[in-house]
């Protein structure tokens, strides 16, 4: 199983966009292909050190993907190939 990793912080706009981007991907894919955890930076200061200029990320198997933007199309390519 793929684990997609989406790092933000409450009340950010883009966080929330990038979300419903995970979210439609996601759920797009057989059940079960990616396990989503979600983290915030405002409950990590290593997380905040590391992210604060860059939020939303989104990490797959540990591996940065992207930042600020969610492209729906190049998440769902990375998801796919992470699963093959």
């Known amino acids: 199983?793929?684990?997609?990793?989406?790092i933000g912080k409450p009340?950010?706009?883009?966080c929330d966009v990038a979300r419903e981007v995970v979210e439609t991907v996601v759920a797009d894919l057989p059940e079960d292909a990616v396990a989503v955890e979600e983290l915030s930076i405002a409950d990590d200061p290593a997380l905040y050190a590391v992210w604060w200029e860059k939020i939303p990320v989104v990490l797959?198997?540990?591996a940065l993907h992207g930042h600020w933007r969610v492209?729906?199309?190049?998440?769902?390519?990375?998801?796919?190939a992470a699963a093959h």
């Open 11 to 14: 009340d950010c706009h883009l």
């Open 1 to 6: 199983m793929t684990t997609l990793t989406l």
């Open 71 to 80: 492209s729906p199309d190049r998440l769902r390519a990375a998801l796919e």
């Open 60 to 62: 797959i198997d540990g």
